[in-house]
T-cell receptor
Framework: EAGVTQFPSHSVIEKGQTVTLRCDPI?????LYWYRRVMGKEIKFLLH????????ESGMPNNRFLAERTGGTYSTLKVQPAELEDSGVYFC????????????FGEGSRLTVL | GNSVTQMEGPVTLSEEAFLTINCTYT??????LFWYVQYPGEGLQLLLK?????DKGSNKGFEATYRKETTSFHLEKGSVQVSDSAVYFC????????????FGKGTSLLVTP
């Protein structure tokens, strides 16, 4: 069974440009999450999808971040325009039963904004 | 709010040494506690968990006990192996924050032969 896959693994962009990160969850997992780890800091929750609906987006830092999950399958996270402080590793995770707390994570997408 | 504090790394141990990684938390009510591990080149994966006070989570020789009186969930292993080299993250989930996990900063462990 394929795990959570993320693309790209690393992206380097200039400040002001746009980047789109993609996540393919484990097949059958209705719950999809985005997290972010800025260097030296904790992994922070960004948002939670249940199928195609945003269940909780309390962690989204500002309106430069847009997450979508069309058809309840894969998800994209767009940063537009990117700022220097957006650099970090963006993790996607999926789960079947969110209450259990067991999330299956992808390897992460490293974003470097210059 | 909810928060997790874990010991800073990196931690370097010789093979077969005893491991302790400290984790303390701040939360209201009765959170669930987790240890996640990230091996090189892989995503985070759940190592063990405990959902109520005095529960002990265990897996792959690792153990952690949910201590409400000290708000701690320290990770231990009696004899580490080179293959245990990874980054370990303590986390909590609290009903007052939906299904979001609150993570610590992570502790990097390097085990040498």
């Amino acid at each position: 069974e394929a795990g959570v896959t993320q693309f790209p693994s690393h992206s380097v962009i200039e400040k002001g440009q746009t980047v789109t990160l993609r996540c393919d969850p484990i097949s059958g997992h209705d719950n999809l999450y985005w997290y972010r780890r800025v260097m030296g800091k904790e992994i922070k929750f960004l948002l939670h999808f249940v199928k195609e609906s945003k269940q909780d987006e309390s962690g989204m830092p500002n309106n430069r971040f847009l997450a979508e999950r069309t058809g309840g399958t894969y998800s994209t996270l767009k940063v537009q325009p990117a700022e220097l402080e957006d650099s970090g590793v963006y993790f996607c995770a999926s789960s079947q039963v969110p209450a259990a707390g067991e999330l299956f994570f992808g390897e992460g997408s490293r974003l470097t904004v210059l | 709010g909810n928060s997790v504090t874990q010991m800073e790394g990196p931690v370097t141990l010789s093979e077969e040494a005893f491991l302790t990684i400290n984790c303390t938390y701040t939360a209201t009510g009765y959170p669930s506690l987790f240890w996640y591990v990230q091996y090189p080149g892989e995503g985070l994966q759940l190592l063990l968990k405990a959902t109520k006070a005095d529960d002990k989570g265990s897996n792959k020789g690792f153990e952690a006990t949910y201590r409400k009186e000290t708000t701690s969930f320290h990770l231990e292993k009696g004899s580490v192996q080179v293959s245990d080299s990874a980054v370990y993250f303590c986390a909590l989930k609290n009903s007052n924050s939906g299904y979001a996990l609150n993570f610590g900063k992570g502790t990097s462990l390097l085990v040498t032969p």
